[in-house]
């Protein structure tokens, strides 16, 4: 292996940690800016289909359902995130 794609917005945050711990140099390709890209077009996509008039919905999104998630709530809804919801395949 001679390259790792950085595949998620917050791996080049690590980049410097993961680099340190890799057994010899490695190629750091730092794909955040195009899933930032994908992300702002599917919200694009999802604003176009809102319905103007309703108000905004401000929810946490979380890839699975874990145990730790309903630890979360009192802080998410600090933040105004009251209403939560999982991506199920």
């Known amino acids: 292996m001679d390259t790792v794609v950085l ?3 917050h791996f080049p945050l690590l980049a410097d940690e993961l680099a340190a711990g ?7 390709i730092d794909s955040g800016a195009a899933i930032a890209r994908r992300v702002a077009a599917l919200l694009d996509g999802a604003a176009a ?3 103007a008039d309703a108000p905004p919905r401000h929810r946490a999104v979380f ?3 874990a145990a730790a998630v309903e630890k ?11 209403e939560i919801e999982f991506m199920e395949a």
């Open 7 to 9: 595949a998620c917005t």
């Open 22 to 28: 890799a057994p010899r140099p490695l190629r750091w």
């Open 49 to 51: 289909s809102a319905n």
């Open 63 to 65: 890839t699975a359902r």
């Open 72 to 82: 979360l709530r009192p802080a998410l809804s600090l933040r105004g995130l009251d």
